[in-house]
């Protein structure tokens, strides 16, 4: 069957600290993957993508890598701040189409 | 939120009644989606739209439709609403002009079905 991992355990770094942030999936060739942040009782804000084409993808602090290989995206936070604490969740695209599949989010914690 | 409005933002209904959320976008963009958002699962689709009058299936499409008769307004009906729907709702909307489009998402809509 076709899923999308992250890991439901929340992450608790400290502030300076850089967190990573895993996205495993099974059974999809994604075109591309993508990253949103959820604050509480908010929606989602997209914040980076990466084509499959593409090793890495740099934005600010953030960094996202995806190995097709490995069907996995890593999602990088340098220099975490307590302002970065919310759910961050992947996405990718079905079969190339405009359905978005999301994986169901890691909360980061970032202790002051 | 990117120009899109969700109600009712919240509702409470009992089980048998029928439920529509409303979404309304003023960005002119060609898709529309509906999500839903539950505890260990995160954002799953229930159905989108591709332009005006046509719409597709996602992976938990069972007991809801939906309608668009307009580019603005995507409508999400529960014929019979069941305890199990009781859920957070987001709408969502993208260009669609180009592969690997972000998605814009309203601010939701918190429904109880008792």
């Known amino acids: 069957s076709q899923k999308i991992e992250q890991n439901s355990e929340a992450l608790n770094i400290q502030e300076g600290k850089t967190a990573t942030l895993t996205c495993n999936y099974t059974?999809?060739?994604?075109?591309?993957l993508q990253w949103y942040r959820q604050d509480p009782g908010r929606g989602p804000v997209f914040l980076l993508l990466?084509?499959?084409?593409?090793k890495e993808k740099r934005k600010e602090r953030l960094k996202v890598t995806f190995d097709t290989t490995l069907k996995q995206s890593l999602f990088h936070i340098t220099a975490s701040q307590p302002a970065d604490s919310a759910t961050y969740l992947c996405?990718?695209?079905?079969?190339?189409?405009?359905?978005?599949?999301f994986g169901s989010g890691t909360r980061l914690l970032v202790r002051p | 939120d990117a120009g899109i409005t969700q109600s009712p933002r919240h509702k409470v209904t009992e089980t048998g009644t029928p439920v529509t959320l409303r979404c309304h976008q003023t960005?002119?963009?060609?898709?529309m989606y509906w999500y839903r958002q539950d505890p260990g699962h995160g954002l799953r689709l229930i159905h989108y739209?591709?332009?005006?009058?046509?719409?597709d299936k996602g992976e938990v499409s069972d007991g809801y439709s939906v309608s668009r008769s307009k580019t603005e307004d995507f409508l999400l009906t529960l014929e019979s609403a069941t305890s199990s729907q009781t859920s957070v709702y987001f709408c969502?909307?993208?260009?669609?002009?180009?592969?690997?489009?972000?998605?814009?998402f309203g601010s939701g809509t918190q429904l109880s079905v008792l």
């Open positions: 969502a909307i993208s260009p669609g002009t180009g592969e690997g489009e972000k998605l814009f």
């Open positions: 059974n999809y060739s994604p075109a591309y």
């Open positions: 990466i084509r499959e084409n593409e």
């Open positions: 996405a990718l695209d079905e079969d190339s189409s405009y359905k978005l599949i």
């Open positions: 960005e002119n963009h060609r898709y």
């Open positions: 739209s591709y332009g005006v009058k046509d719409t």
